[in-house]
């Protein structure tokens, strides 16, 4: 249990950092929260609240692994170099692909109401 209690704790300040010192990870909580608040609005099934809400919280994981590796490049130097400029790159590219799944979730979503 004590590992367990650490791991929350650290997880916890991870989320708190990133709020604080993060706009897009901001930026990406504000769209769940609307991206949510819509979900438990309108008549969905089940499995799709699910679907809309579990990719929600995925966009947010990626944003937070993409800060991790954006700040352990940085860490190591600020000087340009195409490895670190490729590193953030793909971050980056991991948290557009998840929002797009998203993105395809709510479209299909949607569509079924129609």
Do not use: Q
């Not at 300040?13 to 990406?28: I, L, M, P, Q, Y």
């Not at 692909?97 to 993105?103: D, E, F, I, Q, Y």
């Amino acid at each position: 249990m004590t590992r367990l209690k650490s791991r929350i704790v650290w997880s916890w300040a991870g989320c708190c950092d990133a709020w604080e010192r993060e706009h897009s990870f901001r930026t990406w909580v504000w769209a769940n929260v609307i991206s949510a608040a819509l979900a438990l609005w309108l008549p969905l099934e089940p499995a799709e609240r699910a679907l809309i809400l579990a990719l929600g919280i995925l966009v947010l994981a990626a944003e937070l692994m993409n800060t991790a590796i954006e700040r352990t490049v940085d860490y190591i130097s600020e000087d340009p170099h195409d490895l670190a400029r490729r590193a953030k790159d793909a971050g980056s590219a991991g948290v557009a692909v998840t929002a797009v799944a998203a993105g395809v979730a709510w479209i299909v979503v949607l569509a079924g109401l129609y």
